[in-house]
């Protein structure tokens, strides 16, 4: 069996613990290393972390942010407010179907993607 790779980062004793406990208790998973917020995306790289858990912190969407950008298939789960709420953060494709590829399609695909609150071009 594959078991989940995991990496605990920058976490509170207490909390740090408490994640410890249950991942020891889940076969599926597998605890791969503690890391801090600097070493990271290193971490992720030398672990082949699936999934990093991020502690309690003011800047852990950015924390979040920077680890996607250097890992997009990583999972970041963050754990906010003392352990009490968590959030998940992934990158996820979208694809959305334009139909015909005129050149004023692309044209105005282009535009949305950049400034998704520009109006279309006219012709």
């Given amino acids: ?8 980062i920058t976490m509170p004793r ?3 613990d ?9 076969p599926a998973v597998e605890l791969v290393g503690e890391a801090s917020a600097r070493a990271a995306a290193d971490a992720v790289a030398a672990t082949g972390a699936q999934v990093a858990i991020l502690g309690d912190g003011e800047a852990l969407p950015a924390a979040a942010i920077d680890l996607l950008d250097a ?19 992934e990158c996820r494709p979208v694809m959305t179907r334009l139909g015909e590829a005129s ?21």
């Fill in 1 to 8: 069996m594959n078991r989940i790779r995991v990496l605990m």
């Fill in 14 to 16: 207490l909390q740090a």
């Fill in 18 to 26: 408490i994640v410890r406990t249950a991942l020891a208790a889940e």
């Fill in 71 to 89: 890992h997009p298939r990583l999972k970041v789960l963050g754990v906010t407010g003392s352990g009490r709420e968590a959030v998940l953060y």
């Fill in 103 to 123: 050149p004023r399609v692309l044209l105005d695909a282009i535009i949305r993607a950049v400034r998704p609150g520009r109006p279309e071009i006219l012709p």
